[in-house]
C-alpha cells in the first residue's frame, strides 16, 4: 500500500503574505498603516493584533490592499517590504 503524503500536506506558500494592519494613534502619533507578515489564511488573522514588520504592534484589517493607496503609511514598513 502507498500512500502519499505530499497529496494531504496543506499548501504552504514560499513567501509569506504582506496584510496591512492600523496602528494605534497615542499622542503627538498618529495612526498610521503598516505591513504584516501572515502565515495564516487572512480570514483568520482579520482584526487581530500582530507584530507589524517594523515591530510595532497594529490591528490587521484585511479589507485594506498592502501596500496600501493611502498617504499615512508606515515609513519603515514602506522601506522593509519594498
Ligand atoms: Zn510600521
Same mark, same amino acid.
Given at each position: 500500500m502507498r500512500?502519499?503524503? &505530499?497529496?494531504?500536506a496543506p499548501a504552504l506558500a514560499s513567501a509569506p503574505a504582506l496584510v496591512a494592519a +492600523?496602528? +494605534?494613534a497615542h499622542g503627538p502619533t498618529t495612526a498610521l498603516w503598516h505591513a504584516v507578515? #501572515?502565515? +495564516?489564511?487572512?480570514?483568520e #488573522? /482579520?482584526?487581530a493584533c500582530e &507584530?507589524? #514588520?517594523?515591530?510595532s504592534l497594529a490591528r490587521i484589517d484585511v479589507d485594506?490592499?498592502?501596500p496600501t493607496p493611502?498617504? /499615512? #503609511?508606515?515609513p519603515a514598513c514602506a522601506v522593509l517590504t519594498r
Open positions: 500512500t502519499s503524503a &505530499l497529496a494531504s +492600523r496602528s +494605534r507578515e #501572515v502565515h +495564516r489564511p487572512t480570514a #488573522v /482579520d482584526g &507584530l507589524t #514588520v517594523c515591530g485594506q490592499p498592502w493611502t498617504r /499615512d #503609511v508606515c
